[in-house]
């Protein structure tokens, strides 16, 4: 094997002796793929795709990188908006694309075995035969990987029912930086036998190892359920209106909310209607499981009545629905194909959010005159999506150095009202400098200080959360 930039001629020859010699990839394509993530802000320089096909060639690989002194990126679906899957020093990623097997569905025990690779939808679809799904749900699931889902505790648009990821990971199996497999949990929900290791490889953004399996556990899907699109006079309707839904005659699967500004990228990017005839500055989508079709009616009466919505519709089926369920999920993919957006998503405790966006208004009214704001996000769990669209006026260099200049002001905001810089991002290396925002200086050493037994070369992932 012919010596590659970045990469020791010793390193590439054990490689040779002890793995496959299709395991490396320098094909141009693959390193502008796996190099970098959604975010698209640094450029991808990694120095070669490692693309291992289980657990021990992983493990061989890993303990090959640490003799050599290696860096190593772990790379999933590449979905993720916080620059954490992204190799932008000569590091070898290492994909795990090849890693897809998904294993028989224990039904007793609602679970089921995959490799990290497994795409998210794909587990859906193997599993919902059964009855069952996985309830890890957003708009990238047709493109995000179990393993990334696991790494970054992704959320989604039904945190406010079932939790994040977190919760619906029974057992990992980890590849450490050395190269020792780590079997964690099993398939128990039950196991108080010390420290419950498999927590600190959930949402460490491939800091402390790579994941290569997970048991995860499984829910049945819902019999039925109803959409709702409602219009309301403002954010305090949106959370007045979230109020009611706690208490209505249903459990709630998701609530959304999303602006004006978010549907006008919506229809110029896809064309799609809003199927409400009064406009309005504010949306809420509610999912639920269907309850009596009388309370119902009664509820949505009384909402009228009341003056909480303007105007709404019920889906009458599934399309419906799903039609509903685009005006939403079809945000994220319109605004970065009308501008340039600047994103960002905090999470705050529910009944500061008022107060939070009444401030971020007047902050951007005051020292960015002009700048569009559009806004969407999980009212139900707290989750803000910030996302500021670049003006004409400013080329793409000036305007990333203003929203970082921004972030700050955006950020201190965030820590007044006590909420996190990051709802379900993460932090990669977008939001690393900001992170104290958010965590003490004595949490942020116990990080590091579990990195460097984890990790201490510093080969995983290097420069992502922390410094060390």
């Known amino acids: 094997m012919s010596p590659l930039p970045g990469l020791p001629g010793d390193f590439l020859a054990a490689l040779a002796r002890e793995l496959p010699a299709d395991l490396l990839s320098t094909d141009a394509a693959d390193l502008a793929t796996f190099g970098r ?43 993720g908006l916080a620059a954490g899957a992204v190799a932008a020093k000569g590091e070898l990623v290492v994909s795990l694309e090849r890693m897809r097997k998904m294993g028989p ?7 089921v075995r995959v490799e990290a690779g497994a795409v998210t939808e794909a587990v ?35 945190v406010i029912r079932y939790g994040l990821t977190r919760q619906w990971v029974l057992g990992l199996t980890v590849v450490t930086a050395s190269g020792a497999v780590l079997d964690l949990n099993g398939a128990l929900e039950k196991n108080n036998t010390g420290i419950d290791l498999r927590q600190l490889f959930i949402g460490s953004e491939g800091t402390l190892g790579i994941i290569t399996e997970a048991t995860l556990k499984l829910t049945r899907v819902p019999e039925e359920l109803n959409v709702f699109l409602f219009a309301v006079p403002d954010l305090a309707g949106v ?22 500004k978010c549907q006008a990228r ?50 009458q089926h599934s399309t419906q629905a799903a039609e509903l369920w685009t005006l939403r999920e079809g945000i994220s993919e ?9 994103k960002n998503d905090v999470s705050l405790p529910i009944q500061e959010l008022e107060g939070f966006c009444s401030e971020l208004e007047s902050l951007f009214e005051a020292r960015y005159p002009g700048w569009e704001i559009a806004l969407f996000g999980h009212i139900g769990d707290g989750n803000l999506h910030i996302n500021v669209m670049k003006p004409d006026s400013l080329t793409r260099e000036e305007f990333l150095q203003r929203t970082h200049e921004a972030d700050h002001a955006i950020f201190s905001l965030v820590k007044k ?25 004595e949490e942020l050493e116990i990080m590091r200080s579990i990195k460097r037994v984890l990790d201490p070369l510093n080969i995983m992932n290097p420069g ?4 060390v």
């Not at 450029?43 to 860096?71: Q, W």
């Open 239 to 260: 959370l007045a209106l979230f109020r009611e839904a706690r208490m209505g005659p249903f459990v709630v699967m998701a609530y959304e909310f999303f602006t004006e």
């Open 334 to 342: 319109s605004l970065s194909a009308t501008g340039l957006p600047h």
């Open 124 to 158: 859906h679809q193997h599993v919902a035969p059964l009855g069952l799904t996985w309830p890890v749900d957003f708009a990238s699931k047709g493109s995000s990987q179990v393993g990334g889902n696991i790494a970054t505790n992704a959320g989604g648009v039904k």
């Open 105 to 111: 569905v224990d039904v007793l025990g609602a679970t």
């Open 464 to 467: 992502k959360i922390i410094d």
């Open 417 to 441: 009202y006590r909420g996190s810089i990051s709802a379900e991002h993460g932090i990669g290396l977008l939001k690393k400098d900001y992170l104290p925002y958010s965590r003490s200086a």
């Open 266 to 315: 919506l229809r110029r990017h896809r064309n799609v209607r809003m199927p409400l005839s009064a406009p309005s500055d504010y949306y809420v989508l509610i999912e639920v499981e269907r309850g009596e079709p009388e309370a119902l009616d009664a509820w949505i009466t009384s909402l009228f009545e009341r003056g909480l919505v303007t105007d709404g519709t019920l889906a």
């Open 37 to 79: 993530d959604w975010t698209k802000v640094h450029e991808p320089r990694p120095s070669a795709i490692a693309l291992p096909r289980s657990t021990d060639e992983v493990s061989r690989l890993l303990r090959l990188c640490s003799e050599h002194r290696v860096p190593v990126v772990p790379s999933g679906g590449r979905t």
